[in-house]
């Protein structure tokens, strides 16, 4: 199993712009959370899904912030429009029903 | 809900000596405590788990420790050595979600 896979590695972009970032799960896992991680405040939960519902979307920053899980192989999280403050690593992870969770490699975001 | 508080943010040691990491919880409820390591630059990964069944974990150099009373759990790292410089995050999971509420981190150096 190639683990959680995540896209792009490295976003630059301009404040004001839209960023997509992609995450496929590992196959079977049935959790997918999305973080975000700052110097200031650490890995911070944003959302998470169970079988493609989100389950808990209470650390989603502001309404600029949107995720989706159309299947149980893709996520994508959309910041629009983007701000200088969004600058931060996103890292997607997905987890079995077991609460171990699985990490992809992570997207460096920075927002200019 | 959950709040993880961990301590010290930094910790530095000599090659050989002992680390010990201290987090705190509020959530009664919260019934498994996984420990993460995230090297500079990688994702974090699963190092060492705790239910809390059990007072005590080991696994070769590292060890947890929990205590359910006071609520607050402890990772300790035995004979450390330089690969062992790294972030580690403390978490707690209150039973039934698949939610984790994270630790800030705290950054280990092993002076060799």
């Known amino acids: 199993d190639a683990g959680v896979i995540q896209s792009p590695r490295h976003e630059v972009t301009e404040m004001g712009q839209e960023v997509t970032l992609r995450c496929k799960p590992i196959?079977?896992?049935?959790?997918l959370f999305w973080y975000r991680q700052t110097m200031m405040r650490g890995l911070e939960l944003l959302i998470y899904?169970?079988?493609?519902?989100?389950?808990?979307d209470s650390g989603m920053p502001e309404d600029r912030f949107s995720a989706k899980m159309p299947n149980a192989s893709f996520s994508t999280l959309k910041i629009q429009p983007s701000e200088p403050r969004d600058s931060a690593v996103y890292f997607c992870?997905?987890?079995?029903?077991?609460?171990?969770?699985?990490f992809g490699p992570g997207t460096r975001l920075t927002v200019l | 809900g959950e709040n993880v508080e961990q301590h010290p943010s930094t910790l530095s040691v000599q090659e050989g000596d002992s680390a010990v990491i201290k987090c705190t919880y509020s959530?009664?409820?919260?019934?498994?405590f996984p420990w993460y390591k995230q090297e500079l630059g990688k994702r974090p990964q699963l190092i060492i788990d705790?239910?809390?069944?059990?007072g005590e974990k080991k696994d070769q150099r590292i060890a947890v420790t929990l205590n359910k009373t006071a609520k607050h759990f402890s990772l300790h790292i035995t004979e450390t050595q330089p690969e062992d410089s790294a972030v580690y995050f403390c978490?707690?999971?209150?039973?039934?979600?698949?939610?984790?509420?994270f630790g800030i981190g705290t950054k280990l150096q092993v002076i060799p």
């Open positions: 992870a997905s987890s079995l029903v077991h609460p171990e969770q699985f």
């Open positions: 196959s079977g896992h049935d959790y």
């Open positions: 899904f169970n079988n493609n519902v989100p389950i808990d």
């Open positions: 959530d009664s409820a919260s019934n498994y």
């Open positions: 705790i239910r809390s069944n059990v």
């Open positions: 978490a707690a999971h209150s039973g039934g979600y698949q939610k984790v509420t």
